[in-house]
């Protein structure tokens, strides 16, 4: 066998690969990562379905248990707060579930969630070559199931009071789509940032407590009358507006929805950002 | 055509221990740092060096300047003392690891046996273990029913199949770890030494599925102190230490100066 360790005519210099300088294998980046999460996408739909399973493994109702407790929330709540803010309980019940709902099984569980996306994921990490965003995917996944099973909440009381949305309901699916996308920038961006430093995640957690009390879930924006104008300031407003508007039947609102996408994008870019730095020693942070 | 080319690969990794894996300590500490500007030799011997940001950061240089070249016939056996670096370069070859510097050029599938649970989730069943890997394979529906009777043959487990991973024996984990590990037919295969575990029925049968496996791979490459294994199975060995690539060529002579080597210690 030869002992001559490289064989220069076949070498690869960059120009095998002209856009990429460094090592042909690893130039990929984030497209590169996301193309190939593209593939692999029933793993993670899969990964993210078997997480709950194995969350709910041995429980009767599941998941199920979460709605329970979310609508023993609505019901507690509403009776309290509609009593405090003098607001009726036939308009103020609906939108306190839809709000609940947006908030616990939307925002803050993704935002939480985010945080483990590659800690929770490291013996896979380890032990073979996968795309990092599939991991994302996983978790966007898990938490979609979880808010869908949350829904039931917002319908009962719907059903209750006999309200119902109409068409404008169907502003919903955009709102509903760009949140998928805000998920998987989350879980990248949380994701590395948490690999790295592990007291991040309990830091996110006391963030998003103060973000749930200053962000109009339980009390409504016109409560604040002519402060209300300062809301816009807080992108997580815009973030439920846009899909709470139309569940409750509203036509969304042109500002709020720019504001929304600007956020996004800001916080997509932040992720993109972080995951270039992040992607190559998320594995030596595990 | 199939081929593994690294030139002047080096591969340095961080190891984050107690304050450096806190935001807050890592932020005081570097405030602090920059207050005291703390003077640090550029060159530092041997493997670890602490980061020069200050962050406490403890860096390994695990690989340094590897210039290696696998063609296809190629079984390449690695040899080296624990810490020389063969499962950093298995790892560097299948792509689980980025070189900090250097050209590496894989062509072809690759597949890497290093972590005898294959990232397994030991509280999924087996069954479900099996569907997540032929899923990570991008396997299709109908392959996928076949594997997986072929793994249940194999792996002997019985009942054991649809029951959490945690509850298996030792042994157990390694036989499902070991049929699935072994159901690619990859162009480049990289084991390390884990393989030859299990019990003595086990290894026969072992043996004949790993065998099927290697010789329909293009390039091999074992990271192993079994030098019996690497006579068998080697037809070039790459004796490494400290990273460096020590002595590389034919099987018979690179084992004998490593032998020689081993008895002088």
New interface residues.
């Given amino acids: ?7 220069p005519t ?3 210099q960059s120009g ?1 690969a002209p856009d990429c300088p ?5 130039c990929s980046g984030l497209r590169a990562d996301l193309q190939e999460t593209r ?2 996408l ?2 993670g739909i ?2 993210g379905w ?1 997480d709950i399973k ?1 969350r709910y493994r041995g429980s009767v109702l599941g998941p199920f248990w979460l709605t329970v407790v979310s609508a023993l929330m609505v019901i507690s709540m509403g009776g309290l707060y509609s009593t405090l803010f003098h607001m009726n309980l036939a308009s103020y019940l609906p939108f306190l579930a839809v709000s609940l709902m947006l908030w616990q099984a939307g925002i803050a569980a993704q935002v939480q969630d985010s945080c483990g996306c590659f800690i929770e994921a490291e ?8 795309p990092l965003p599939l991991f994302a995917v996983r978790v966007v996944v898990r938490n979609v199931i979880i808010f869908a099973h949350n829904i039931i909440v917002p319908l009962a009381v719907s059903a209750f009071y006999h309200v119902w949305p109409g068409v404008a309901v169907l502003w919903a699916l955009p709102a509903a789509a760009l949140w998928l996308v805000d998920g998987l920038a989350l879980c990248l961006l949380l994701g590395a940032l948490c690999a ?5 995640p309990p ?1 996110v957690g006391a963030l998003m407590q103060v973000v749930f009390y200053i962000t109009p879930i339980i009390w409504a924006p016109a409560q604040l009358h002519d402060y209300a104008r300062f809301l816009l300031l807080n992108p997580f407003y815009a973030a439920i507006e846009i899909l709470r508007q139309p569940l409750l039947g509203h036509e969304p609102d042109t500002l709020l929805w720019e504001i929304a996408l600007g956020a996004s994008a800001l916080l997509c870019g932040a992720a993109a950002l972080v995951y270039r730095k992040a992607r ?2 998320v ?3 595990m | 055509m199939t081929h593994i080319h690294l030139r002047d690969v080096s591969l340095t990794f961080p190891v984050l221990h107690g304050a450096s894996k806190s935001f807050k300590k890592t932020l005081f500490s570097r405030a602090k740092n920059s207050v005291k500007k703390i003077r640090q030799s550029a060159a530092v011997g041997g493997a670890m060096t602490m980061d020069k940001s200050g962050s406490g950061c403890l860096l390994v240089q695990a690989l340094t300047g590897l210039t290696l070249s696998f063609q296809p016939g190629e079984r390449v056996g690695l040899v080296g003392h624990n810490g020389a670096g063969k499962t950093t370069l298995l790892r560097v070859l299948a792509g689980i690891y980025e070189a900090t510097e250097g050209y590496v050029d894989v062509q072809g599938e690759r597949h890497a046996l290093i972590d005898p649970q294959s990232g397994m989730n030991p509280e999924l069943t087996g069954r479900e273990n099996l569907r997540l890997f032929a899923l990570r394979l991008g396997l299709k529906k109908e392959d996928i029913s076949r594997f997986e009777a072929d793994v249940e043959a194999f792996a002997e487990l019985g009942l054991f199949f649809d029951l959490p991973l945690r509850l298996y024996s030792s042994g157990m984990g390694v036989r499902l770890g070991f049929a699935l590990a072994t159901l690619p037919r990859p162009d480049i295969l990289l084991m390390d030494e884990w393989f030859m575990a299990g019990d003595q029925n086990f290894q026969s049968k072992a043996e004949q599925r790993l065998s099927q496996m290697v010789s329909s791979a293009d390039i091999v490459v074992v990271a192993s102190h079994s030098l019996s294994v690497l006579r068998t199975w080697c037809n070039r060995i790459v004796w490494m230490e400290a990273g460096h690539v020590k002595m590389d060529g034919p099987t018979e002579a690179i084992l004998d100066a490593y032998e020689d080597f081993l008895s002088n210690v």
């Fill in positions: 066998m030869t002992v001559d360790p490289f064989v076949t070498s690869v095998s460094k090592s042909p294998v690893s593939k692999l029933r793993l899969a990964l078997l194995l013996a896979m990490i380890r032990a073979s070559r996968l790295r430093y592990r007291d991040i830091i190559a020693r594995v030596f942070w």
